[in-house]
């Protein structure tokens, strides 16, 4: 695995724990791109994006949430209002690792719903709407720019401190618990096209000069 920069969150950030919520469980608004908090279905679920970044190895972009030693995870981020998955995506590509539309290429993506429920702790009974889980569209991308374009310094309250590149299925056995399923599902069906990407990569090294 190969670190990527650290960056300090802003000081006017207050830092989490790792045992609190996040926006991205909860349910609970950033207040950055607009308020999804109440954009939950009849089930209880809200919708949401999951974004996996990879590099030209094939390697996927693992961040660290803000005050957690060990709470690492893919970005994501809720669906608001009027919001297409798609636009979602983008935003919070933005929002969290501070990378534009032009700076990716987009891969491929889910082609449902997964879902997901919160640990009955993480539940805020008193919400209206009661949020218990979250349903979310996964999407593969590849990083066209230098990775010193991933940046938390955006103008936005830090989701994240730290990130690294890791092997595409490093994840999934680091991952909080009750997303683990989610990932296992998601990553599976991604997959094809990662292995594609770590193929060409491997062909394009092992490439001769001048063949």
Not at 70 to 95: C, K, S
Not at 112 to 117: I, P, S, V
Not at 121 to 149: F, H, M, N, T, V
Request: one cysteine or more.
């Amino acid at each position: 695995m190969s670190d990527g920069k650290a960056v300090q969150a802003g000081r006017k950030s207050r830092r989490r724990s790792i045992g609190q919520p996040n926006s991205g469980d909860s349910g609970k608004n950033r207040g950055r791109g607009g308020d999804s908090s109440n954009n939950i279905d009849t089930e209880g679920f809200r919708p949401n994006v999951g974004i996996i970044v990879l590099n030209a190895r094939g390697q996927a972009l693992w961040a660290r949430r803000v005050g957690g030693k060990d709470a690492w995870q893919f970005p994501q981020g809720g669906i608001n209002p009027g919001e297409t998955p798609e636009q979602a995506l983008y935003r919070e590509l933005y929002e969290e690792v501070g990378l534009t539309r032009d700076q990716v290429s987009l891969i491929a993506c889910t082609r449902g719903w997964l879902r997901y429920r919160l640990p009955q702790r993480l539940i805020r009974r008193r919400a209206e709407p009661l949020c218990i889980g979250q349903k979310q569209k996964w999407y593969l991308l590849r990083l066209e720019a230098p990775d010193s374009a991933i940046s938390f310094d955006n103008g936005y309250k830090p989701e994240f401190d730290h990130w690294r590149w890791v092997n595409y299925w490093h994840p999934l056995s680091k991952v909080v618990t009750f997303k683990r399923e989610v990932y296992r599902r998601a990553l599976t069906e991604l997959a094809p096209q990662q292995i594609q990407l770590e193929k060409r990569f491997s062909e394009d090294r092992n490439q001769k000069p001048g063949e």
